[in-house]
């Protein structure tokens, strides 16, 4: 059994006996995409013809998926993506004559309900973010053990996403910690929150008033008015009055 290849380019197997024989999925429940008799086609690019073997090899072993086409560049890619009706897009980010993300926001355009899966040795936290706001549903690490490429396509051709579990755990670390800080700062600006008393302090501080002088002229103890002056000092991170009055100052307070 051989993929539907681009005329330019070899076939990945040369024969019937290099392509591993289908495996017979019968309890593979019939509402679900991915049918013996309409399988979920798949088009991949990937630079690496060994990892192209692979999948391939992955793909075509499972009677669910289909490889209908593939490419070893951005620049075949784009051509070759227009001459193929496919469900699911898997392609590396790491391209010879490009970046994959390129391709993402194309294929968004001429394939809209297409799905795509990033296969990449790349886990960098800020191309895996991007990849995901290009529109990949799924990201695979081509150095880990749980390439189930096959298991991936079919879980994106469902609705779902299909991310390698390491870095699925990284992502939600991140999630976890952008979370956090989020609670954080709104707990810093609950805190920094000045009440109206040491708004009326810090500007008689700001006109140049003495703690004595604000004492009497808020009539309160001058205890009450340094307690007062050390919460704002808290509150604006400030050593001083000069610098309690400008932090005031900057953030519109008085």
Same mark, same amino acid.
């Given at each position: &059994? ?58 075509? *072993?499972?009677? $669910? ?24 897009? &898997? ?42 706001? /290009? ?23 469902? *609705? ?16 976890? $910690? ?10 810093? !600006?609950?805190?920094? /929150?000045?009440?109206?008393?040491? %708004?009326? %302090? ?16 808020? /009539?309160?103890?001058? &205890? !009450? ?6 919460? &704002? ?12 009055? /400008? ?8």
């Amino acid at each position: &059994m051989s993929a539907v290849q681009t005329s330019s380019r070899p076939p990945l197997f040369n024969n019937h006996n290099d392509a591993p024989p289908s495996i017979n999925h019968s309890m593979w429940p019939g509402h679900m995409v991915g049918q013996r008799e309409q399988p979920v086609r798949v088009f991949l690019v990937d630079d690496d013809s060994h990892i192209r073997r692979v999948i391939a090899q992955d793909l075509m *072993g499972d009677s $669910r998926t289909l490889l209908v086409g593939h490419a070893c560049s951005l620049r075949e890619a784009r051509k070759s993506i227009q001459q193929h009706d496919f469900d699911v897009l &898997m392609i590396d980010l790491n391209l010879g004559d490009g970046e994959g993300l390129d391709l993402l926001e194309l294929v968004q355009g001429t394939h809209p309900h297409v799905q795509s899966i990033i296969v990449s040795v790349t886990e960098r936290d800020e191309k895996v973010f991007q990849a995901f706001e /290009k529109g990949a549903v799924g990201y695979l690490l081509k150095n880990s053990w749980f390439g189930d490429y096959a298991q991936a396509v079919l879980q994106v051709a469902n *609705g779902g996403a299909s991310i390698t579990p390491s870095l699925a755990k990284k992502i939600l670390s991140l999630v976890s $910690r952008s979370q956090n800080y989020v609670v954080s700062a709104s707990n810093r !600006t609950k805190e920094e /929150k000045l009440s109206e008393r040491e %708004i009326e %302090i810090l500007k008689l501080i700001a006109c140049g008033y003495s703690s004595p002088e604000i004492s009497t002229h808020l /009539k309160i103890s001058t &205890m !009450t008015v340094s307690t007062h002056v050390k919460n &704002m000092y808290r509150k604006l991170q400030a050593k001083t009055r000069a610098h309690a009055v /400008k932090a005031a100052s900057l953030r519109g307070l008085i």
